[in-house]
């Protein structure tokens, strides 16, 4: 079964880059969120989109920025990256807004900022 | 403040045991709570959902309770196995997201 593709798998950026990383859910779902887990951490809630449109925010700095196409992918873009960036992205998937039911997980993109 | 509370120290279990696993929140009246798995460096997975009306649910050697006067869950895995190590998260709904513990370490040994 397809599952959430994102890319890259890994980054490695230097301050005060810009990075720019991208989700693709599983096919027929219509909601992605984005999640920030630091080492040893849980995972930290970003953002979300329902259907193209911003759905929730979470602990996301105003550096960052997120969107959702028409096909559904999604892009996270990070700006003026700070050491205190690194870390695991993950995106994750849902239908029907994922609350009431299970999140997809993609396999992440570990950031590093040097 | 609102707080998803699991033991931060690893439970570390014989094969063949049931291993059980905490989770407690404070100031939450969630509909529904969740177990996924995570592997290290890799996404969690979603293991079970369980929602506020159901006391108890079971899947293949996998059952989580849900006592919301208790505010807690528990997850147990009966007849563990060394591949169920891993860190075992439980996810609450707050306020339209799904909000994470920090997680359990899990290791069973041969």
């Known amino acids: 079964a397809a599952g959430v593709i994102q890319s890259p798998r890994h980054l490695i950026k230097e301050k005060r880059e810009t990075a720019t990383l991208k989700c693709y859910p599983i096919?027929?779902?219509?909601?992605v969120y984005w999640y920030q887990q630091g080492p040893g951490q849980d995972p930290q809630f970003l953002i979300s989109?329902?259907?193209?449109?911003?759905?929730d925010k979470g602990s996301i700095p105003d550096r960052f920025s997120a969107q959702q196409f028409s096909d559904y992918h999604s892009e996270l873009n990070m700006s003026s990256l700070e050491l205190g960036d690194s870390a695991l992205y993950f995106c994750?998937?849902?239908?029907?807004?994922?609350?009431?039911?299970?999140?997809?997980f993609g396999p992440g993109t570990r950031l590093t900022v040097t | 403040s609102q707080k998803i509370e699991q033991n931060s120290e690893a439970l570390n279990i014989q094969e063949g045991k049931t291993a059980t696993l905490t989770c407690n929140y404070t100031?939450?009246?969630?509909?529904?709570l969740q177990w996924y798995r995570q592997d290290p460096g890799r996404g969690p997975v979603f293991l079970l959902l369980?929602?506020?009306?159901?006391k108890e649910k079971r899947k293949e050697r996998l059952k989580v309770t849900f006592d919301t006067t208790l505010k807690q869950s528990l997850f147990h895995i009966t007849a563990s196995q060394p591949a169920d190590s891993a860190t075992y998260l439980c996810?609450?709904?707050?306020?339209?997201?799904?909000?994470f513990g920090t997680g359990t370490r899990l290791l069973v040994s041969p």
């Open positions: 096919p027929r779902h219509d909601t």
């Open positions: 369980i929602r506020e009306n159901e």
């Open positions: 996810a609450l709904e707050g306020f339209q997201k799904l909000v």
């Open positions: 100031n939450y009246s969630p509909a529904y």
């Open positions: 989109f329902y259907e193209k449109m911003q759905s």
């Open positions: 994750a998937s849902s239908s029907d807004r994922g609350i009431s039911y299970e999140q997809y």
